[in-house]
């Protein structure tokens, strides 16, 4: 059974429901140890049962390359996002990350960086990283420099990773294509402004839809879970959101991602298991 998808708003592209986080690749000093023989097997699995969504960073260590270099050959099966305003050439070591810079010359030489450590001539999504004001964007250059990257046809669409209190003005500025917003069953500060971002135009994109495991699913869902796993039920309830265009599910581990893609081929839970759920987290 294919994945569903949807439409990633303005951008007009079909995305599936359920897209890639490869944060999990990133590798020591910030992650665990992933050999690449997994890295490469994981990565192809993907893109192999059909997801055709995948997010990086330049802050997520080896992600980048990684997938350069083990899917890089399949390019055009794959939407790929990545971010700027991190950090640009900085060694990974363990400490304090620097903090992220959002003047015209790190933008440019981020996506310059990552262009070649992805192994690819565009990135159809680079979205500002760690949600910074729109006075930031606009005083230090960044946004300026990532309009110019998309007029050279290095970058296909721009987005904003991005959070409360910045999220509605970022919606508001009407300049950025996509959003990835944050949302669970745990974690719905975002819901209403998920639904402002797509009615704006916008795609939507959702992370940390499967809350970590969900292990700390509230005890007043129980009973709604009707055999499914935890996971299975609060990334369901995340596809459910109908402002949702893909959610974004990180893995290194293969038996994982087989239970995200049979999950996400059951598609939402049904309108009345999402109202009621979403009726007892609110009296909770």
């Known amino acids: 059974m294919d994945l569903p998808t949807r439409t990633l708003g303005r951008t007009g592209m079909q995305v599936t429901q359920l897209g890639y986080g490869a944060m999990e690749l990133r590798d020591t000093p910030r992650g665990r140890p992933i050999p690449e ?8 699995a993907v893109l192999d049962n059909g997801i055709n969504y995948i997010d990086t960073s330049i802050d997520y260590g080896l992600s980048e390359e990684r997938i350069g270099n083990y899917i890089g050959d399949r390019r055009t099966e794959f939407f790929l996002a990545s971010k700027c305003g991190c950090p640009v050439g900085e060694p990974r070591t363990a400490g304090s990350r620097p903090p992220h810079v959002f003047t015209r010359e790190n933008v440019q030489a981020g996506v310059e960086q990552s262009l070649r450590r992805l192994k690819t001539d565009h990135l159809d999504l680079v ?41 509605a003005e970022h919606i508001r500025m009407g300049v950025f294509d996509a959003f990835q917003i944050p949302y669970s069953a745990l974690e719905r500060e975002h819901e209403a402004l998920i639904s402002q971002a797509a009615a704006a135009g916008a795609g939507t994109v959702i992370r940390g839809g499967t809350a970590k495991g969900a292990a700390s699913v509230p005890e007043v869902l129980a009973d709604l879970l009707d055999g499914a796993s935890p996971t299975e039920f609060v990334l369901r309830f995340t596809l459910s959101h109908p402002d949702l265009h ?39």
């Not at 023989?37 to 192809?44: G, P, V, W």
């Not at 990283?129 to 005083?139: I, M, N, V």
């Open 127 to 167: 979205q500002f990283h760690a949600s910074p004001s729109r006075a930031t964007l606009e005083d230090d250059g960044g946004l300026d420099a990532l309009l110019a990257l998309q007029q050279q046809g290095k970058v296909r669409f721009i987005g904003m990773s991005g959070t409360i209190p910045n999220l």
């Open 246 to 284: 893909t959610t974004i599910v990180g893995t290194a581990n293969p038996d994982h991602l087989a239970a995200n893609l049979q999950a996400a081929r059951k598609g939402p839970l049904p309108p009345d298991v999402y109202a009621e759920a979403k009726r007892r987290l609110d009296s909770a």
């Open 37 to 44: 023989d997994q890295a490469e097997r994981i990565l192809k």
